[in-house]
Protein backbone atom coordinates (compact mmCIF):
# COMPACT_ATOMS: atom_id res chain seq x y z
CA UNK A 1 0.00 0.00 0.00
CA UNK A 2 1.39 3.62 -0.75
CA UNK A 3 -0.11 7.22 -0.23
CA UNK A 4 0.72 8.72 -3.55
CA UNK A 5 2.70 11.15 -2.24
CA UNK A 6 6.38 10.79 -3.78
CA UNK A 7 9.34 10.70 -1.79
CA UNK A 8 12.08 10.29 -4.30
CA UNK A 9 13.00 10.66 -8.24
CA UNK A 10 15.05 8.13 -10.20
CA UNK A 11 16.51 7.88 -12.67
CA UNK A 12 16.48 4.80 -15.52
CA UNK A 13 20.14 3.31 -15.95
CA UNK A 14 19.97 0.22 -18.16
CA UNK A 15 17.19 -1.81 -19.29
CA UNK A 16 17.27 -5.28 -20.67
CA UNK A 17 15.23 -8.02 -21.98
CA UNK A 18 14.37 -11.43 -20.15
CA UNK A 19 12.46 -13.20 -22.67
CA UNK A 20 9.05 -11.49 -22.13
CA UNK A 21 10.41 -9.60 -19.38
CA UNK A 22 12.01 -6.25 -19.10
CA UNK A 23 14.81 -5.68 -16.32
CA UNK A 24 15.35 -2.00 -15.03
CA UNK A 25 18.27 -0.72 -12.83
CA UNK A 26 16.78 2.33 -11.21
CA UNK A 27 19.58 5.10 -9.55
CA UNK A 28 18.11 6.88 -7.14
CA UNK A 29 18.46 8.43 -3.37
CA UNK A 30 16.83 6.19 -1.27
CA UNK A 31 18.19 2.87 -3.61
CA UNK A 32 21.01 2.15 -1.14
CA UNK A 33 17.76 2.45 1.70
CA UNK A 34 16.13 -0.43 0.08
CA UNK A 35 16.33 -4.20 1.21
CA UNK A 36 15.56 -6.85 -1.38
CA UNK A 37 11.80 -7.94 -1.48
CA UNK A 38 10.81 -4.61 -0.25
CA UNK A 39 7.84 -3.39 -2.49
CA UNK A 40 8.25 0.30 -4.33
CA UNK A 41 6.22 2.35 -6.71
CA UNK A 42 7.52 3.15 -9.79
CA UNK A 43 5.42 5.63 -11.67
CA UNK A 44 2.72 4.28 -9.30
CA UNK A 45 3.62 0.51 -10.19
CA UNK A 46 4.34 -1.86 -7.49
CA UNK A 47 7.93 -3.94 -8.23
CA UNK A 48 9.37 -5.82 -5.86
CA UNK A 49 13.27 -5.11 -5.19
CA UNK A 50 15.66 -8.04 -6.80
CA UNK A 51 19.28 -6.00 -6.10
CA UNK A 52 20.62 -2.89 -4.41
CA UNK A 53 23.95 -1.97 -6.06
CA UNK A 54 25.16 1.24 -4.21
CA UNK A 55 22.61 4.13 -5.40
CA UNK A 56 21.11 1.80 -7.87
CA UNK A 57 17.90 -1.11 -7.49
CA UNK A 58 16.76 -3.84 -9.75
CA UNK A 59 13.34 -4.59 -10.64
CA UNK A 60 11.84 -6.75 -13.00
CA UNK A 61 8.34 -6.28 -15.39
CA UNK A 62 6.44 -9.03 -16.21
CA UNK A 63 4.43 -9.24 -19.27
CA UNK A 64 0.79 -8.58 -17.73
CA UNK A 65 2.72 -5.45 -15.90
CA UNK A 66 4.19 -4.22 -19.35
CA UNK A 67 0.64 -4.28 -21.25
CA UNK A 68 -0.80 -2.53 -18.56
CA UNK A 69 1.66 0.33 -17.89
CA UNK A 70 3.89 2.79 -19.32
CA UNK A 71 7.02 0.60 -18.86
CA UNK A 72 6.87 -0.71 -21.76
CA UNK A 73 8.22 2.44 -23.09
CA UNK A 74 10.65 3.36 -20.00
CA UNK A 75 14.39 4.07 -21.84
CA UNK A 76 17.76 4.89 -19.99
CA UNK A 77 17.78 8.75 -19.08
CA UNK A 78 13.50 8.71 -17.83
CA UNK A 79 12.79 10.25 -14.61
CA UNK A 80 10.36 7.39 -12.48
CA UNK A 81 8.71 8.78 -9.35
CA UNK A 82 9.42 6.63 -6.66
CA UNK A 83 7.76 6.18 -3.00
CA UNK A 84 8.19 3.48 -0.44
CA UNK A 85 5.41 1.53 1.13
CA UNK A 86 3.56 3.36 3.73
CA UNK A 87 3.68 2.47 7.17
CA UNK A 88 0.86 1.96 8.85
CA UNK A 89 1.85 4.58 12.09
CA UNK A 90 1.38 7.88 10.96
CA UNK A 91 -0.99 10.27 8.70
CA UNK A 92 -2.23 9.37 4.97
CA UNK A 93 -1.23 12.12 3.51
CA UNK A 94 -2.44 11.33 -0.37
CA UNK A 95 -5.09 8.38 -0.30
CA UNK A 96 -4.38 4.62 -0.29
CA UNK A 97 -2.97 3.40 -2.97
CA UNK A 98 -2.17 -0.16 -3.86
CA UNK A 99 0.23 0.24 -6.74
CA UNK A 100 -1.71 -1.70 -9.41
CA UNK A 101 -2.20 0.31 -12.13
CA UNK A 102 -5.83 -0.16 -14.11
CA UNK A 103 -4.08 1.22 -17.34
CA UNK A 104 -2.64 4.40 -19.34
CA UNK A 105 -3.68 7.69 -20.28
CA UNK A 106 -2.66 10.04 -22.48
CA UNK A 107 -1.79 13.85 -21.99
CA UNK A 108 -4.04 16.04 -23.94
CA UNK A 109 -2.87 19.32 -22.59
CA UNK A 110 -0.75 21.08 -20.45
CA UNK A 111 -1.21 24.62 -19.35
CA UNK A 112 1.07 26.99 -17.01
CA UNK A 113 -0.87 29.02 -14.70
CA UNK A 114 1.66 31.36 -13.69
CA UNK A 115 1.87 29.53 -9.99
CA UNK A 116 0.38 26.22 -10.78
CA UNK A 117 -0.31 23.89 -13.53
CA UNK A 118 -2.61 22.01 -15.37
CA UNK A 119 -2.28 18.78 -16.78
CA UNK A 120 -5.27 17.11 -18.59
CA UNK A 121 -5.32 13.14 -19.59
CA UNK A 122 -7.57 11.28 -21.72
CA UNK A 123 -8.40 7.18 -21.22
CA UNK A 124 -10.39 4.72 -21.79
CA UNK A 125 -13.79 5.12 -22.10
CA UNK A 126 -15.03 1.83 -19.96
CA UNK A 127 -13.68 3.38 -16.74
CA UNK A 128 -15.19 6.23 -17.03
CA UNK A 129 -17.60 4.98 -13.78
CA UNK A 130 -14.61 5.11 -11.58
CA UNK A 131 -13.54 8.33 -11.45
CA UNK A 132 -16.07 10.89 -10.40
CA UNK A 133 -15.87 15.10 -9.90
CA UNK A 134 -13.21 16.07 -6.86
CA UNK A 135 -12.57 12.56 -6.34
CA UNK A 136 -8.99 10.60 -5.79
CA UNK A 137 -6.96 9.77 -9.16
CA UNK A 138 -3.22 8.52 -8.78
CA UNK A 139 -1.03 9.63 -12.15
CA UNK A 140 2.02 7.82 -12.15
CA UNK A 141 2.07 7.49 -8.90
CA UNK A 142 0.89 10.74 -7.57
CA UNK A 143 -1.78 11.31 -5.52
CA UNK A 144 -4.19 13.99 -7.26
CA UNK A 145 -8.10 15.59 -7.31
CA UNK A 146 -9.88 15.18 -10.50
CA UNK A 147 -11.65 17.93 -11.97
CA UNK A 148 -13.55 19.17 -14.82
CA UNK A 149 -14.32 14.69 -15.03
CA UNK A 150 -15.98 13.93 -18.50
CA UNK A 151 -16.42 10.00 -19.70
CA UNK A 152 -12.97 9.63 -20.71
CA UNK A 153 -10.91 12.48 -19.58
CA UNK A 154 -9.80 14.53 -16.34
CA UNK A 155 -7.97 17.25 -15.11
CA UNK A 156 -5.52 17.63 -12.54
CA UNK A 157 -4.04 20.96 -10.88
CA UNK A 158 -0.28 21.04 -9.93
CA UNK A 159 1.40 22.49 -6.95
CA UNK A 160 4.85 24.44 -7.82
CA UNK A 161 6.33 21.84 -5.14
CA UNK A 162 5.33 18.61 -6.98
CA UNK A 163 6.00 19.86 -10.48
CA UNK A 164 9.55 20.44 -9.16
CA UNK A 165 9.68 17.14 -7.09
CA UNK A 166 7.68 14.87 -9.32
CA UNK A 167 8.08 13.43 -13.40
CA UNK A 168 5.37 16.07 -13.96
CA UNK A 169 7.71 18.50 -15.23
CA UNK A 170 8.73 15.87 -18.17
CA UNK A 171 5.47 15.29 -19.21
CA UNK A 172 4.06 16.64 -22.40
CA UNK A 173 1.38 16.38 -25.14
CA UNK A 174 0.64 12.90 -26.14
CA UNK A 175 2.86 11.31 -23.44
CA UNK A 176 1.37 7.98 -21.80
CA UNK A 177 1.04 7.91 -18.23
CA UNK A 178 0.21 5.29 -15.62
CA UNK A 179 -3.26 5.37 -14.04
CA UNK A 180 -4.51 3.93 -10.93
CA UNK A 181 -8.14 4.64 -10.04
CA UNK A 182 -9.54 5.28 -6.37
CA UNK A 183 -9.90 1.51 -5.16
CA UNK A 184 -13.01 2.06 -3.12
CA UNK A 185 -14.70 3.10 -7.08
CA UNK A 186 -13.95 0.04 -7.93
CA UNK A 187 -15.23 -2.16 -5.61
CA UNK A 188 -18.68 -0.20 -5.72
CA UNK A 189 -18.76 -0.97 -9.70
CA UNK A 190 -17.85 -4.35 -9.03
CA UNK A 191 -20.82 -4.99 -6.48
CA UNK A 192 -23.23 -2.67 -8.80
CA UNK A 193 -21.73 -5.41 -11.99
CA UNK A 194 -22.69 -8.60 -9.47
CA UNK A 195 -25.82 -6.98 -8.85
CA UNK A 196 -27.11 -6.85 -11.88
CA UNK A 197 -25.98 -10.52 -12.95
CA UNK A 198 -28.08 -11.68 -10.50
Known amino acids: MFTGIIEAE???????????NKIFWIKSTISSQLRIDESLSHNGVCLTIEDVNDNAHR???IQETLDRTNLQNWKEGDIINLE????M???IDGHIVQGHVDGTGSCIST???GGSFEYMFSFDEDKGALIIEKGSICVNGVSLTAFNVTKNAFTVAIIPYTFEHTNFKNIKEGDLVNLEFDMLGK?????IQLNVMK
Do not use: C, H
Not at 187 to 191: E, F, I, L, Q, W
Open 59 to 61: VTA
Open 89 to 91: NGR
Open 111 to 113: KDL
Open 187 to 191: YVVRM
Open 10 to 20: GVVQNVSDDRT
Open 84 to 87: RSMQ
